[in-house]
């Protein structure tokens, strides 16, 4: 049986560390519907930066290759979509690595805090998805990272 590298928090960890350092500039979108992606891929680009769209099973290696600063999670109808994911992200955090500010696209308004996701979402960003919501959050979180 194959075994994921999030399965395993401290090889995630030193994995992460090893890549390449973060690139601010480019963002990793995480979405199971393909529309979502191409929208939420298209408010990246309208942000002046480089989005990354990729599917929740493809997502571990796209992060680990590309090293993004920021993460777009869409979680789907129960938020569960991504959950793999945010493990990995949520160990790499615990252990002291680095890890990309995580916005997650929610069917429900909340906090982090509120959604029971502490420590592993930054912010939550209700559907639908509109460039005037989402923009600025990502915008916000590059700035952020930048310095």
Do not use: Y
């Not at 920021?70 to 493990?87: E, F, I, Q, S, W």
């Not at 509120?114 to 939550?124: E, H, I």
Request: charged fraction near 25%; hydrophobic fraction near 45%; aromatic fraction near 2%.
């Amino acid at each position: 049986m194959s075994m994921s590298s999030f399965d395993n928090d401290n090889a995630w960890t030193a994995e992460r560390e090893t890549s390449t350092r973060t690139d601010f500039s480019k963002v990793l979108v995480v979405a199971r519907s393909p529309i979502n992606r191409v929208v939420v891929a298209k408010i990246v680009e309208r942000a002046g930066l480089k989005p990354i769209a990729e599917t929740p099973e493809a997502a571990e290696k796209a992060l680990r290759a590309q090293a993004p600063g920021t993460v777009v999670l869409d979680g789907g109808p129960d938020n569960r979509d991504c959950d793999v994911l945010m493990a990995g992200i949520a160990a790499a955090r615990t252990a002291g690595g680095h890890a990309p500010a995580v916005i997650l696209l929610s069917n429900r308004v909340g906090t982090p805090e509120s959604l029971d996701l502490p420590g592993v979402v930054d912010v939550v960003v209700a559907k639908p998805i509109t460039p005037e919501c989402l923009q600025p959050v990502i915008d916000r979180l590059a700035a952020l990272g930048r310095g």
